[in-house]
C-alpha cells in the first residue's frame, strides 16, 4: 500500500524567501510521485512529477523537488517566494495499481 | 483542449434528495477517478474506472454512493438520499494511463446538503 505524509499543515515565509514543503512517501513498490496546486475554488494543478528518471524533477512556476530514495523523501522547493505562490500544495503517490493518494495538503501562506 | 468538465458547479440540497454529479473526463483518456474534498478528510479517492470499469469502489462511504460510466465520455456519482454530512466539493479527473500518467482535474462540485 501507498501512503504519504506532508509534515506542516500551514507554512509561511515571506516574499522572496525560499520556500520548502515536506513530503515522505510510503510504497511498497517504486513510487511515481506527484506534487499538485490547488487555488481557492478551483481543481487541483499539476506542478510536477517524478516517474523513475532524474532524481531532481523541474516544474512549472519555477518549482522543483528532489526525489530521495533513502530518505523515502520528495520534498518540494521554490528559491523565492511569490504572492502568487500561495495556495495549497498536495503530494501524492501512485503505486502500480493506477490509484493516486493524497497527502492532507499544505497551505502556503506569502506575507509581502 | 477541453479539460475535464463537471457539472453542476454548486449545488445546494436538502436531506433526503437525490444527488447527480456529472463529469466528462478528457478524450483519450481511459482512466477516471472521483475524490471528495472535505476540511476534516482532505481528499479521499472515493472510486476509479478503467476503460469504463470500476477497479476500485473501496472508498466509497456507503450504499448510499454510486458511480457508473456507461461510456468513455461521461460518468456519474449519485447519492441517494443525500445527508448533510455528503457536503464537500466532489472533483472528477482523467487520465491517459494507469503508469506515469498524472491525473488532470475538473473544477469540482460544491455540494451542500442542509
Known amino acids: 500500500a501507498q501512503s504519504v505524509t506532508q509534515l506542516g499543515s500551514h507554512v509561511s515565509v515571506s516574499e522572496g524567501a525560499l520556500v520548502l514543503l515536506r513530503c515522505n512517501y510510503s510504497?511498497?513498490?517504486?513510487?511515481?510521485l506527484f506534487w499538485y496546486v490547488q487555488y481557492p475554488n478551483q481543481g487541483l494543478q499539476l506542478l510536477l512529477k517524478?516517474?523513475?528518471?532524474?532524481?531532481l524533477v523541474k516544474g512549472i512556476n519555477g518549482f522543483e523537488a528532489e526525489f530521495k530514495k533513502s530518505e523515502t523523501s520528495f520534498h518540494l522547493t521554490k528559491p523565492s517566494a511569490h504572492m502568487s505562490d500561495a495556495a495549497e500544495y498536495f503530494c501524492?503517490?501512485?503505486?502500480?495499481?493506477?490509484?493516486?493518494?493524497f497527502g492532507q495538503g499544505t497551505t502556503l501562506q506569502v506575507k509581502p | 483542449d477541453a479539460g475535464v468538465i463537471q457539472s453542476p458547479r454548486h449545488e445546494v440540497t436538502e436531506m433526503g434528495q437525490e444527488v447527480t454529479l456529472r463529469c466528462k473526463p478528457i478524450?483519450?483518456?481511459?482512466?477516471l477517478f472521483w475524490y471528495r474534498q472535505t476540511m476534516m478528510r482532505g481528499l479521499e479517492l472515493l472510486i476509479y474506472?478503467?476503460?469504463?470499469?470500476?477497479?476500485?469502489d473501496s472508498g466509497m462511504p456507503e450504499d448510499r454512493f454510486s458511480a457508473k460510466m456507461p461510456n468513455a465520455s461521461f460518468s456519474t456519482l449519485k447519492i441517494q438520499p443525500s445527508e448533510p454530512r455528503d457536503s464537500a466539493v466532489y472533483f472528477c479527473?482523467?487520465?491517459?494511463?494507469?503508469?506515469?500518467?498524472?491525473?488532470?482535474f475538473g473544477e469540482g462540485s460544491r455540494l451542500t446538503v442542509l
Open positions: 479527473a482523467s487520465s491517459r494511463d494507469r503508469g506515469t500518467g498524472e491525473l488532470f
Open positions: 501524492a503517490v501512485k503505486g502500480n495499481t493506477g490509484k493516486l493518494i
Open positions: 510504497s511498497s513498490v517504486p513510487p511515481y
Open positions: 478524450s483519450g483518456h481511459n482512466s
Open positions: 474506472f478503467n476503460n469504463n470499469v470500476p477497479i476500485d
Open positions: 517524478y516517474t523513475s528518471a532524474a532524481t
